[in-house]
């Protein structure tokens, strides 16, 4: 019964590669977001998704595209992976309300290894 | 813009030990706060949170109080444990804006 679900959980390629993370969740939630994590724990908003609609795009490399085909998916393409995308990818998800959101529950995180 | 600064760790601490890691915000609105906790190898787990002034968050023994005049929300326990051994993150999010702004995170490690 896990709210939010992402996969794979470890992911180890090769540069110039293009990969895929994928993100579910089974709250009812109708926002999702991806965050990275870096190598000192530091974690930043990548996107944002609202009833499938984007919200928030942060300064990432255009190299990396999300797709919302519902509003409980919320995927992650990489293309022509970099060293420097090595990280770990959290996917969440939050109710919208007027007043401001809920809060956000997280995924188990995607370790990515760019080698 | 908006901003979380968290005191540096790692904190050492013994078992049974008290513990109290700082978090101060920058915020154009009135943010709600909240504290998340990251165990080994584990995504974020709300810890406990606080929507508007004065009100206090707790939640298994841990305890933070949104401080509007001083712009804080410290997180405190009386009693650590092993168990606790994880990375704290302080986050808020702001009114109007739609995805939280972290601070750096606090590594706590209990020892027995």
């Known amino acids: 019964d896990t709210a939010v679900s992402q996969t794979p959980k470890y992911l180890v390629t090769q540069m110039g590669n293009d990969k895929s993370i994928k993100c579910e969740q089974n709250l009812g939630h109708d926002t999702m977001y991806w965050y990275k994590q870096d190598s000192k724990k530091f974690l930043k908003i990548m996107f944002s998704?609202?009833?499938?609609?984007?919200?928030i795009n942060e300064t990432v490399p255009n190299r990396f595209s999300p797709k919302s085909p519902d509003k409980a998916h919320l995927n992650l393409h990489i293309n022509s992976l970099e060293l420097g995308d090595s990280a770990v990818y959290f996917c969440a998800s939050s109710h919208h309300r007027d007043r401001g959101n809920t809060e956000a529950f997280f995924g188990q995180g995607t370790r990515l290894t760019v080698v | 813009g908006d901003s979380v600064t968290q005191m540096e760790g790692p904190v050492t601490l013994s078992e049974e030990a008290f513990l109290t890691i700082n978090c101060t915000y920058t915020?154009?609105?009135?943010?709600?706060l909240f504290w998340y906790v990251q165990y080994p190898g584990e995504g974020l787990q709300l810890l406990l949170k606080?929507?508007?002034?004065?009100d206090k968050g707790s939640n298994k023994g841990f305890e933070a109080t949104y401080r509007k005049e001083t712009t804080s929300f410290h997180l405190e326990k009386g009693s650590v444990q092993v168990s606790d051994s994880a990375v704290y993150f302080c986050a808020l999010l702001d009114t109007g804006r739609r995805a939280l702004t972290f601070g750096s995170g606090t590594r706590l490690q209990v020892q027995p």
């Open positions: 606080a929507t508007k002034a004065d």
């Open positions: 915020a154009t609105g009135y943010p709600s």
């Open positions: 998704y609202n009833n499938k609609e984007l919200i």
